[in-house]
């Protein structure tokens, strides 16, 4: 099934043209990474009716779901202001299934990067998959050994809100586990999802939903953070699109803003930065920006000095601004997922073994 991307592109439009515009139920992962040391592993539990998989990507297997990867490699996976690239398959499924695959090609590479003994019998992806299923990170740009940063969708074709299967309306459902398996330290979180609904419908020549967010809020979730020298405290960032757009892009091709959102994060908190552990208010905020997708330290969101003052601690509340880069889509929407990390074997100042990690989506 694997194909060159420009061929798989060809092959979607050429499958579709001229079809009825459809929404889609939608699971989306913000933060999926692969390196040398560290893969993400994703399981998709798929609730859907066979008439709501798609039957592109092959003459066999009437119900597959698109996954689509929106990803940033090589030097360009560390920065923040680079736009993403895409890379999308339409892979094997069945109704009630779960499957779960390493993205970074580090475990399964004898079943096509399907893990846990999955038989394969309803979801017949031995025989309808060509290629393993982690091409998403592990066989593409940078390699399998080198670095990538993306964001990761997961839909099928389904156009009515709700479903007989789903209690909940949406029909897919996904989780995520970040595992450094050079310590055996790990991380996770639940997808988010979107059932489709009258808003979610695509435009008359779009057969990908839209992926849509509620209007900018004025909510800022509040961050907490450790003493700074002991424990890392890192906001993996995804910028989104406010309603009426789409992450998506359109058949394998650009779609203006799904490459480039960009969004400027700051922690402002009053009138300044954070509160310390006694209740002080400390001032010296500072920003970064994000385009697609990044990774921006509660440190780099304060001053030095307010950091020297903060060396203990603290919570701020955590803003998103329309991002400023030139040539980019602003957007004042992210979703925010918050790792910390011990980097110096410490926890308050004992000396501890191993890695700790500790990771999930802010609200």
């Known amino acids: 099934m694997k194909m060159k991307l420009n061929a798989l592109s060809l092959a979607v439009a050429a499958g579709f043209i001229g079809s009825a515009a459809q929404a889609a139920d939608v699971a989306m992962f913000p933060y999926v990474v692969n390196s040398a040391t560290v893969t993400t592993i994703v399981s998709i539990v798929d609730q859907g009716a066979a008439t709501v998989g798609y039957t592109a990507g092959g003459a066999t297997g009437s119900s597959r779901l698109h996954w689509r990867l929106n990803y940033k490699s090589g030097a360009n996976a560390t920065n923040n202001l680079a736009r993403c690239e895409e890379v999308d398959y339409y892979l094997p499924s069945s109704v009630n299934d779960i499957q779960t695959v390493d993205l970074g090609g580090k475990f399964g590479s004898a079943t096509k990067g399907v893990l846990f003994n999955d038989a394969g019998t309803n979801n017949a992806w031995k025989a309808n998959t060509t290629d393993t299923i982690n091409f998403m990170l592990g066989k593409n740009g940078a390699g399998a050994t080198g670095v990538q940063r993306g964001v990761l969708f997961v ?73 700074l020298a002991e424990t890392t405290t890192r906001l993996f960032v995804t910028p989104v699109n406010t309603a009426g757009g789409s992450m998506l892009a359109l ?94 074997g410490k926890f308050n100042g004992d000396t501890i073994p191993g890695t700790f990690n500790n990771g999930f989506i802010l609200k």
């Open 155 to 227: 839909h099928n074709a389904d156009t009515a809100a709700g479903n007989a299967n789903a209690a909940a309306g949406n029909t897919l459902y996904g989780e995520a586990m970040v595992l450094d398996f050079s310590t055996g330290a790990a991380w996770g979180y639940q997808a988010v999802t979107k059932d489709a609904t009258t808003t979610q419908a695509a435009a008359a020549a779009d057969v990908e939903p839209h992926f849509d967010f509620a209007a900018s809020s004025t909510a800022t979730p509040i961050l907490t953070f450790m003493p």
């Open 251 to 344: 058949n394998g091709q650009s779609r203006t803003g799904w490459d480039q959102f960009n969004s400027s994060l700051s922690m402002v908190t009053g009138t300044g930065v954070a509160y310390d552990r006694d209740e002080n208010l400390v001032s010296g905020s500072a920003s970064a920006a994000v385009v697609c997708v990044g990774a921006v330290d509660a440190s780099s969101l304060m001053t030095a000095g307010a950091a020297s003052v903060l060396a203990n601690g603290g919570w701020g509340k955590v803003a998103v601004a329309a991002g400023a880069t030139t040539g980019m889509t602003p957007t004042s929407n992210a979703i925010l997922t918050k790792l910390e990390f011990n980097t110096a």
